[in-house]
């Protein structure tokens, strides 16, 4: 079963606007991370939130974590056609198998020159 | 680039066959990880190895298998292949067990089966 599921499934934006893209999960996690894959190739990760912090940023990333209704966002500003690829949510499996991630099906961004 | 590199990038291979995937982790870190993506699906656990011992295991039948060596560099055996193996293989690598660190991803390895 998915623990993370991210919203919207696809997203188009214009070069120079902003995505936001969001990421809801099931139980009680200590950390979440958010993952970039561009066609058909390795993810790339981008940012790590403990359960403790409330928002992070990385560049032109920002990430927001809200414990309370188990919801995370990933804010791209300033969007650049280079920016075009699937974005993941990871969470942790505290379930049967120690140590791995769940991951969603991803958020489809494209974004046009 | 993350210092995890797996081979090789594509594979073909016909249903039945036996197939090997190798991974070498970055360094530093002792922990792999499997995941199978198959087209338009989010990653999901295969294994996981920590220190050349598996620790733990998602989903899958046993004809998927794997080893861990000494250097912390891994491998993925998948037997008698069928056709619904065809998918992206991804490994990742971290510093010790657990998830409370961020993992590093592999190119990937895309394999077809026919």
């Known amino acids: 079963s998915q623990q993370g599921e991210e919203d919207p499934q696809a997203l188009s934006i214009q070069e120079g606007e902003n995505a936001t893209m969001n990421c809801s999960y099931k139980?009680?996690?200590?950390?979440l991370q958010w993952y970039r894959q561009n066609s058909g190739r390795g993810l790339v990760h981008l940012i790590l939130?403990?359960?403790?912090?409330r928002e992070k940023h990385s560049g032109r990333l920002r990430v927001t974590l809200d414990t309370s209704k188990k919801s995370s966002s990933l804010l791209i500003t300033a969007s650049r056609a280079a920016d075009t690829a699937s974005y993941f949510c990871?969470?942790?499996?505290?379930?049967?198998?120690?140590?791995?991630?769940?991951f969603g099906k991803g958020t489809k961004l494209s974004v046009k020159p | 680039e993350t210092g995890v590199t797996q081979s090789p990038t594509h594979l073909i291979k016909t249903r039945g066959q036996q197939v090997t995937l190798r991974c070498s982790s970055q360094s530093g870190h002792n922990t792999v990880s499997w995941y199978q993506q198959a087209l338009g699906q989010g990653p999901q656990f295969i294994f996981q190895y920590y220190r050349e011992e598996e620790n733990g295991r998602g989903n899958f039948p046993p004809r998927f298998s794997g080893l861990q060596f000494p250097n912390y560099s891994s491998e993925l055996n998948v037997n008698a292949l069928e056709l619904d193996d065809s998918a992206l293989y991804l490994c990742a690598s971290s510093r010790g067990q657990g998830v409370s660190t961020e993992a590093f991803f592999g190119q990937g390895t895309r394999l077809t089966v026919v």
């Open positions: 139980t009680s996690i200590n950390n």
């Open positions: 990871a969470t942790p499996n505290y379930g049967g198998s120690q140590g791995n991630l769940i």
């Open positions: 939130i403990r359960s403790n912090e």
